[in-house]
């Protein structure tokens, strides 16, 4: 049987594995481990890959954007926007800020926050709006951003799929306030680890961001802030450093990699492609199909030895963890609906043609199989 699997980060390693030793040694050597070199450096460059003023290195994706969030004032009796059709780290960062998340439903294309729901779900007491790069393309944030601005909003952009993405040439990253994004190992730029980032061009709010996630600490055993530790761990600077010099690369790889997947789908029955919204350059962090009896169809796959996945399976809304809100089946029905239908196929830098054509030969079997 040949196998595929849905992320081969094997492919990757093999490209930076000695850049890695090398920079690894010198941090052991040095005792470097903590707020070490190889963090400052990736913080200026990968704010200079972005175009962003200022890049926080942090713990993780989700610490990002809940330390976006305190930086911004946001907590108690304050509500935040966010779509259902993410993951639950979106909704859960702003549980953790001490604020309530109200979900707002997803147009039926791209599966990313719709601008027409925007201006219906916001109240009085709507503070932040976070829209989700998802899948590795921007969300269409200018469509309201004057809105939220006219109205004291913050936009925090969650891009954690979406590193090297462009909307209108802008890039990801740059739309809001501030930015978070994750460097999970399977991220289009990811570590060995957990790692995150925070992106803006406001001095004075990064400075704060850096100061919640040190403690609330300005200097040693001066705690001007309630914080937490949240920072980027030296090791993993080293591994975002060589993989940053190779993401433009990869992610033309996995441009590629779309196209032919679109090419070898197109015309198939009861396979809906992912669309890109007009603007967007896609960096495919995930290529995401739609299909009926979607369960039978990736048991199918997996059977065959093709590792594909679900990139939501349970909307946020419709989680245990978010039952308290109060939030019931049928709220957002092209959220819903799409979680009974989405399937990630498999898609990273490396990808060969002969993959992708068993990948879609499986596929193809499992769908004429259950329409018959």
């Known amino acids: 049987m040949t196998t595929v699997p849905l992320v081969d980060l094997a492919v990757q390693h093999a490209q930076v594995a000695e850049e890695v030793e090398a920079g690894f040694a010198e941090v052991l050597a040095a005792g470097d481990f903590i707020a070490g070199k190889s963090v400052a450096a990736f913080e200026q460059e990968y704010a200079e890959f972005v175009g962003a003023r200022s890049c926080v290195g942090v713990a993780n994706g989700t610490d990002a954007l809940e330390l976006a969030l305190r930086a911004l004032g946001v907590g108690p009796g304050d509500e935040v926007v966010v779509p259902a059709n993410s993951f639950i780290a979106t909704a859960e960062a702003v549980v953790r800020a001490g604020a309530r998340p109200v979900f707002t439903d997803v147009d ?108 609330g600490s300005p200097s040693k055993y001066r705690h001007t802030h309630i914080g937490f530790n949240s920072r980027l761990d030296t090791l993993q600077a080293v591994v975002l450093r060589a993989k940053l010099r190779r993401l433009a690369q990869w992610n033309d790889q996995r441009r590629a990699a779309a196209v032919r997947y679109d090419h070898l789908l197109a015309g198939a029955d009861h396979v809906r492609l992912p669309q890109t919204l007009p603007g967007n350059e896609h960096v495919w962090h995930l290529y995401v199909v739609r299909v009926d009896r979607r369960d039978e169809v990736l048991r199918h796959l997996q059977a065959e030895g093709v590792g594909a996945g679900v990139h939501y399976p349970v909307p946020i809304h419709l989680t245990p963890a ?44 499992a769908v004429r199989h259950g329409s018959a």
């Open 108 to 215: 039926d294309d791209a599966l990313l926050i719709d601008p027409a729901l925007v201006e219906r779900t916001i109240t009085a007491r709507t503070r932040a709006v976070i829209p989700v790069d998802l899948y590795g393309q921007v969300a269409p944030t200018e469509q309201f951003s004057a809105l939220l601005e006219e109205r004291g909003i913050a936009v925090i952009e969650d891009g954690a799929q979406s590193q090297g993405a462009t909307r209108f040439g802008r890039s990801a990253g740059t739309f809001g306030a501030l930015a978070a994004t994750s460097f999970y190992p399977g991220k289009n730029l990811g570590a060995y680890g957990d790692a995150g980032a925070v992106l803006t061009d406001d001095d004075d709010l990064a400075q704060l961001v850096r100061l919640l996630g040190a403690h």
């Open 322 to 365: 978010m039952a308290g809100l109060g939030y019931g089946l049928g709220r957002f029905p092209v959220t819903e609906r799409a979680a009974e239908q989405i399937l990630s196929l498999p898609l990273f830098p490396g990808i060969t043609a002969a993959q992708q054509d068993r990948v879609v030969e499986v596929l193809l079997e």
